[in-house]
């Protein structure tokens, strides 16, 4: 038993040495880029310091997991470094690395005997689908998420779509995976922040104490850009319009784009004052990989980089625990990336256009910004208060199709914009321009064809028409015009009772 105590003793301690070693390395090496930016100020040296340089590059090491055969561990690092070559995004070409040795591990233990990628076909990719959906993450003994999935399977679905069209030797020569293997995502909605969570999280945001996290949180709150572009921003991004209003200049980042934005003039004090400061106290600059160019950030203390842990997630931390947005475990409930999708939703909320939401977000395509519409459309909003809110009804062939969120994308994008013209005597006609108009009073059973209880005053007062014309070609003994106005009185009577209204005038007369 003592032996044994000894040996746990012995253990324990051997762990806290190497933690303290590993700690001692950490510390040396941040007191040698300190030193060396001293240096580079001082003109001792010529090397420009370059900060994390090595931790960002030592993952392409390793491309491929030792014990993959030369063959295929060959045509892996080449379509790799080739990647590398054509994107800064280190961090999507990690992803794809990760992808491959999780097929490489499942190839060697399943199918030994495979050698070179050209022995891979249809049924092995099938079988490692089938892998992949029944494999328990040892992390949490859980099923693999769609999301864990589908990074797995996209970059190989890249490599073998790449190839091929490349005309590759030692490769199956065609796509063997396709969009229809992907699992399916849920499309989720972007997760803003509530209006009273976000008004106690801003008092809190507005008194921390350290300038660098208050300024990188109200800059979270007012530009809606991402972390990363935030904590590259440099002493050149704050300008104005020719109003004096402030503007702010997003660096080059994930879209490879800068952009001009407004700012809130809360944000831009803050920002100014850091400023002031860093220009006070000349340091040298910082490559910036996303830029090619050495520049100075404003994010930077004693000559060194903040990192995004202590701007964003360490003052969120204590923001939300000052405001009480904890769970059960007390981690917070809000993230950083919230406060993208709060200013992504408040603009569609005011009524802001597509174009408009895309530069500000920087986004690349229409359909990442019509998200926040869906959240916040409002024409939707205003036929909800008329017709739902109010208790009012929709009927018509066309009305199932509405209530079920059945319309086509092409149709809701025109009926934003020109809906004041589908509308008709008796409702609406969700026809585009290119469809033709309906002939005579066939859109009453038309497919597109829809009405709403506003309009039913309008459909008693043309049923009780309809009654007159009734009469009149009964005098005149004309049977087919008796048969055709029979017909558009019992469809409207069967609009207004899928309505719930009646048939009668308002001033109690008989139909």
């Known amino acids: 038993m003592r032996r044994r105590i000894a040996h746990v003793s012995n253990a324990r301690r051997h762990d806290d040495m190497d933690k303290l070693a590993t700690q001692f390395a950490k510390s040396c090496a941040s007191r040698l880029y300190t030193f060396h930016v ?43 470094n080739l990647r590398l070559q054509s994107t800064d995004r280190a961090a999507s070409m990690r992803h794809a690395r990760d992808a491959f040795r999780y097929l490489v591990r499942w190839l060697t233990t399943k199918h030994p005997e495979i050698t070179n990628l050209d022995q891979v076909n249809r049924g092995h990719i099938e079988d490692y689908l089938v892998h992949l959906h029944e494999h328990i993450n040892p992390r949490n003994n859980k099923p693999l998420s769609p999301r864990t999935r589908y990074t797995y399977l996209s970059p190989l679905a890249q490599f073998f779509r790449d190839t091929a069209q490349w005309g ?15 699992p399916k995502l849920p499309a989720r909605l972007p997760r803003f922040i509530p209006r009273d969570e976000l008004d106690r999280l801003m008092e ?26 935030i904590a590259r921003l440099t002493l050149d991004c704050l300008d104005a319009y020719p109003d004096g209003y402030p503007r702010l200049r997003i660096p080059v980042g994930k879209t490879y784009a800068e952009r001009m934005i407004p700012l809130h003039p809360q944000a831009a004090d803050a920002l ?30 004693r000559g060194k980089p903040i990192g995004r842990r202590y701007l964003f997630e360490d003052a969120l931390e204590t923001a939300c625990t000052r405001a009480g947005l904890v769970d059960a475990d007390g981690k917070p409930t809000i993230t950083a990336h919230r406060f ?47 017709v739902i809110a109010n208790g009012g009804r929709v009927a018509g062939p066309a009305a199932e199709a509405l209530l079920n969120n059945e319309i086509g994308q092409d149709t809701l994008d025109w009926l934003k914009s020109n809906y004041f013209k589908t509308e008709l005597e008796l409702g609406h006609c969700l026809r585009l321009p290119a469809e033709g108009p309906c002939e005579c009073d066939l859109y009453l059973r038309c497919s597109k064809f829809f009405t709403t209880s506003e309009y039913a005053p309008r459909l008693r007062e043309r049923l009780g028409r309809e009654q007159q014309l009734i009469q009149d070609a009964t005098e005149r003994n004309w049977p087919r015009e008796i048969e055709r106005h029979e017909a558009i009185s019992r469809r409207i009577r069967e609009l207004l009772a899928d309505l719930g209204e009646p048939c009668k005038q308002p001033d109690g007369e008989s139909e």
């Not at 420009?48 to 045509?75: C, M, N, S, Y």
């Not at 590759?168 to 992907?182: C, I, K, Q, T, Y």
């Not at 992504?344 to 920087?362: P, V």
């Open 204 to 229: 809190v945001i507005e008194a921390l104490d350290d300038p660098f996290q208050r300024t990188a949180l109200l800059l979270l709150r007012w530009s809606g850009a991402r972390r990363g572009e």
């Open 168 to 182: 590759w030797s030692n490769v199956p020569g065609r796509p063997l995976l396709g969009p229809s293997d992907f």
């Open 272 to 301: 100014r004052e850091l400023i002031e400061h860093r220009r006070s106290a000349p340091a040298a600059a910082h490559h910036d990989r996303w830029a090619g160019r050495h520049v100075h950030w404003v994010f930077v203390h």
């Open 38 to 80: 001293l240096l580079f100020n001082l003109e001792q040296v010529v090397e420009k310091p370059i900060f994390g340089l090595r931790r960002q590059e030592k993952w392409k090491d390793q491309l491929v997991p030792l014990g993959t055969p030369p063959a295929i561990g060959a045509t892996i690092e080449r379509w790799l």
């Open 340 to 386: 993208r999708h709060t200013v992504g939703t408040q603009l569609a909320e005011g009524g802001a256009r597509i174009q408009t939401i895309m530069a500000i977000l920087g986004h690349r395509s229409a359909g990442m910004a019509v998200t926040y519409s869906h959240i916040s459309d409002p024409v939707l909003k205003e036929q909800y208060e008329r």
